[in-house]
Each structure stands twice: as structure tokens, then as C-alpha cells.
């Protein structure tokens, strides 16, 4: 524990210092020169069969051979489903096929790049030169062209699959605000990004992981407003990773954050590039990754996770209000059926004699202790979630709400379980769902069971002893060297703006302070409307 203490206050002192963090080796493999074995030859015979032994018992891959400027001998490979084929054969097949007059004297590959200047009609046109490189890129998409006696080819940027429209997030939906989420298409989501911050200062940077997938990340930042050193340390952590496949963002979000094992998540995900494009304009560094429309936000705190992005188009003091609902929300789903167990089980004189002798009149036929029912029905309501998630929609809110009513009603007619643990249990998976980020709920449902063995056991000390853990744990979590209850502990003035409270819009002239103050102020100080500036 001492040694995972130092490490982490290492890297807390280096991003506050905004000392410079070394490259790790792996970064260097992909600057590497290629392997002479890599390189394409010069036959054209060769590079086919080659290609062909690659790609054997692959019946998408298109392999074809056509004669170009009639006179050369060449070759045509790509993937079918990823190329544009109408395309294809219009703006480049065709126009190669055609005969063209040039000096016989004029080398091939002159000759070549002669008649891609002035026949292809393609904006994108990139040079390869080995076997990789041309997987890579029909992979992606990209037709390659070879020609005999050259020992390079040309991918062509032809790149077209099927993609789902932009609708607005399901899990992240809003009253009033934006309704464009990202898709699974990274060129997409850099986009809507780019519509909201227009600034050239905003930089995207890409890092292909997974040996099998070569999936693109995209590390986003603002330059100028993020903090060098954060930037370092989110590419050195992405560099590091060596893998076979990268599916989604929630692989990177494993491999990248600070303690593996903490039920809390330490990075924030969002479908929405609002949320995204807000985060950026705080100096915070954005990770896209290619096939998934949830991008990473880091470094985050806990009150990051509590906050919706609602929360910034209403009124300051209707938000003010719903945040401190939210965090009754988190008490209730992390205490109230342990609560209810410690005080029904050892604390009698906690409760009011008129409501005491009703809940013990509830009780009387039930055959089980409290924790015994507790569980059973928060396992129950579990398994009620569960199914309602994983049916089809059409069906799965019915069977969630008809069984939640049935069996409970039903539980409770045979004796089981009481009528106030079925309430108990209903407002909390209730207050569990009002939390904005899902991975959070999450993470709150699963500490309730340890919460309710403790108050079981021990009562209320059981419940102060888990408390007591579960804030000592959050003390000691970082999210990328921030202090994850930043800036409540460690205490920052500055930034109590938008936790507990959210001051209005013209108050907020200051960043958050994440790994130094960096870039501080990102507006006027002088903004807060009056009545004699509006006169005037």
C-alpha cells in the first residue's frame, strides 16, 4: 500500500511541477523503418502472389488486374463492403483504362503519376510502400493500385461503409439543449467536435492501437488551455498499450486509469458532444476511439460524475437545487436499505412507537431476519433491471414494471418479505436511477450489498465503518494525479463554483484547477449584468 502511495504522489508532483515525462520505447515502433522483408519488390507478379497467400480464403477481398494507359500491366486490390465501388469504377478504373499519349521516353513511374495528376478525379490520394501499408489501408477502405516494375503503390481515398444517422444519446437525453450524440464513425465525431470549437488550437492527434484491429484513438486537447504535462501523460498511457484487438472505449478506459480495481469509474464517458467540446474548453483532454460513440473524458472528479449536462442550460438556482437532490439520491442508494436493517434489527428506540408497532405488525408472518430479506429483494430488483436492460424494447419495460408488481405484491401476500421492505428497496433502485452517469449508479448498487452486511452484522457501527472506508478510499483515488474529491478535499475556493452550487454563467472567469494553473482565466471578470449598464 505504502509503495502504491509513493508512486501516485510521484505522479502528482510531476503533473503539479509540469515537469517534462519521457516517451516510453513503445512509442518508437511506429516510427520504426520498415522491415526489408515489408517492402513491396518490384514485380508485380510478386506483390500478387504475396497479397493473395495474406489474404487467402478471404472471399471480400477483390483482387483485379486491368492494363493502365494502355500499355502497363497493373492491379486493383480492395475489400468488398468498405469501398466505394460506383466510385471506383468511375473516377478511377475507367480513366486508368484509357489510352494516353506520353513520350515512350518518359520513365513508368513518371509516366504513372502523370496520368494520376491529370485523370483521377480523387482528392485523396496516399503513397505505400510495404505489405502492412497496404493492409492498413484496404482495411480502412482505400483501394490500392499497383503497376508493374514499381515498387510502391497508391491508395486511393475511396473509404465508404454503412453508418447509423447522429440522434440524440438515449442515455443522455435533455429538456433543453442539443440532441446530436457521436456514432460509431470517428471521422463523424471529430467533426461535431470541430463544429463547436472552430479555433485552430484545437488539436487531435490519432494512435492506431491493437495488432489485430488497428483501431484509431484520437487523443483531443485545446492547446494552450490543457496542460502539457496532462497531454504527456494521456499519450504516454495510450503508447504503452500493447493488445490484439480494441473494440470500444471502455477497453482503453481499463488499460489507461490510475487504480484498476475501485468500483469508481476515473474517467467519464459521454455520447454528447457538448459534454465533450465543454470539457475541452477546461483544459480536461478528450479520447475518441474508432467504432465507438463514447468518448473518454480524463481527468475527472466525483462531482464530474454527479453533474448532467442539463445542468448548465436551466436557471443556476434550479440546478443548484437538483444537484442537492442528486446527492440525497447518492446517500439513499448507498444507505437507505442499510439504515433500515441496522435500526429495525439493533435500534428500536430510533424509531416512533406508533410507526414501530405498524412495521412490527408487517414483520409478524415474515419466517426471515431483515438482512435475509433485504437481500433477497435487492437481488430480485437486480435481476428485474437486468432483464428489462437486455430485452427488446418493445417488451421490456412491460416485463420490468408487471413483474416488479407482480412478484412484489405476490411476496409479500406469501409472507416473505414485508411491505416496507418492498418501498425500502423501490425508492432506492428509484434514486439509483436518477444519477446522471450510469456507470456511477453502478458502482453505488454494487457497495450497497457489503453496506448491508455491515449493517446486518453491526448496525449503525457497521454502516459508520463502511462509510468510513468508502471516503478514506475516495481520499486516496486519483484521476490522472487529480485528487478524485477535488476541490472539496483537498479545498480549492476557486473552483467551488460549479460543485456544490452552480453560480451563474458570468461568474465562472476562472478554469477548474486540474494539474497546475494553467491558462486561468477564460473570461472577463466584469461580465455580471446590472441595471446601469443596461441603461447606458
Request: aromatic letters at 8%.
Amino acid at each position: 500500500m505504502a509503495r502504491k502511495w509513493r508512486k501516485l504522489k510521484k505522479l502528482q508532483d510531476l503533473l503539479l511541477k509540469q515537469e517534462p515525462i519521457q516517451a516510453v520505447e513503445s512509442q518508437n515502433r511506429i516510427n520504426q523503418q520498415p522491415n526489408s522483408q515489408d517492402k513491396l519488390a518490384t514485380s508485380l507478379d510478386t506483390n500478387i502472389s504475396k497479397l493473395q497467400k495474406i489474404y487467402e480464403n478471404c472471399s471480400d477481398v477483390i483482387f483485379h488486374n486491368f492494363i493502365f494507359g494502355g500499355t502497363d500491366q497493373a492491379f486493383l486490390i480492395y475489400i468488398e463492403g468498405l469501398s466505394n465501388i460506383e466510385e471506383l469504377n468511375d473516377k478511377v478504373l475507367t480513366p486508368l483504362m484509357e489510352n494516353v499519349k506520353i513520350d515512350d521516353s518518359t520513365k513508368q513511374i513518371d509516366r504513372f503519376k502523370t496520368i494520376l495528376q491529370k485523370k483521377i478525379s480523387v482528392s485523396k490520394i496516399q503513397e505505400v510502400l510495404t505489405y502492412p501499408d497496404i493492409i492498413y489501408q484496404i482495411s480502412s477502405g482505400n483501394p490500392v493500385i499497383l503497376v508493374d516494375q514499381m515498387s510502391n503503390g497508391y491508395a486511393v481515398g475511396l473509404a465508404k461503409w454503412e453508418k447509423r444517422s447522429i440522434e440524440e444519446p438515449s442515455a443522455e437525453s435533455v429538456i433543453r439543449g442539443p440532441r446530436e450524440g457521436f456514432i460509431e464513425s470517428i471521422g463523424v465525431n471529430t467533426a461535431l467536435i470541430r463544429r463547436k470549437i472552430k479555433s485552430p488550437k484545437l488539436k487531435m492527434e490519432e494512435v492506431k492501437i491493437g495488432r489485430l484491429t488497428k483501431t484509431a484513438v484520437i487523443v483531443a486537447y485545446i492547446d494552450g488551455v490543457a496542460n502539457k504535462t496532462l497531454i504527456e501523460e494521456v499519450k504516454n498511457r495510450l503508447n504503452r498499450i500493447e493488445t490484439d484487438t480494441i473494440l470500444d472505449s471502455e477497453y482503453i478506459e481499463e488499460f489507461i486509469e490510475d487504480n484498476p480495481y475501485s468500483p469508481f469509474p476515473q474517467t467519464l464517458n459521454t455520447e454528447r458532444p457538448d459534454v465533450a467540446s465543454a470539457y475541452l474548453s477546461e483544459g480536461h483532454v478528450v479520447i475518441l476511439v474508432d467504432g465507438s460513440p463514447f468518448s473518454l473524458v480524463a481527468p475527472i472528479t466525483l462531482y464530474s460524475l454527479l453533474q448532467a449536462s442539463e445542468d448548465y442550460y436551466n436557471r443556476p438556482m434550479l440546478t443548484t437545487a437538483i444537484r442537492w437532490l442528486r446527492y440525497l439520491f447518492v446517500i439513499i442508494t448507498l444507505l437507505l436499505p442499510s439504515v433500515y436493517v441496522a435500526v429495525l434489527t439493533y435500534h428500536h428506540e430510533m424509531v416512533p412507537t406508533t410507526l414501530l408497532i405498524s412495521m412490527a405488525a408487517s414483520r409478524e408472518p415474515i419466517p426471515f431476519p431483515a438482512l435475509v430479506e433485504a437481500l433477497l429483494m435487492e437481488i430480485m430488483f437486480e435481476i428485474l433491471r437486468e432483464a428489462g436492460i437486455r430485452l427488446p424494447k418493445q417488451i421490456g419495460s412491460a416485463v420490468s414494471i408487471v413483474g416488479a408488481l407482480v412478484i412484489g405484491q405476490a411476496a409479500v401476500d406469501a409472507g416473505i418479505v414485508s411491505a416496507t421492505m418492498v418501498m425500502v428497496v423501490a425508492v432506492t433502485g428509484i434514486a439509483s436511477f436518477a444519477i446522471p452517469h450510469y456507470n456511477v449508479g453502478m458502482s453505488l448498487r454494487m457497495l450497497r450489498f457489503p453496506m448491508l452486511f455491515l449493517a446486518g452484522f453491526l448496525g449503525l457501527l457497521g454502516i459508520s465503518l463502511g462509510v468510513i472506508m468508502i471516503v478514506t478510499h475516495l481520499c486516496t483515488l486519483r484521476s490522472f494525479g487529480v485528487p478524485y474529491l477535488s476541490p472539496m478535499a483537498p479545498m480549492q475556493g476557486d473552483d467551488m463554483k460549479d460543485v456544490m452550487f452552480r453560480l451563474p454563467r458570468w461568474a465562472h472567469n476562472t478554469r477548474p484547477h486540474l494539474t497546475g494553473k494553467y491558462n486561468k482565466y477564460r473570461q472577463a471578470s466584469n461580465l455580471k449584468p446590472s441595471a446601469e449598464k443596461g441603461e447606458e
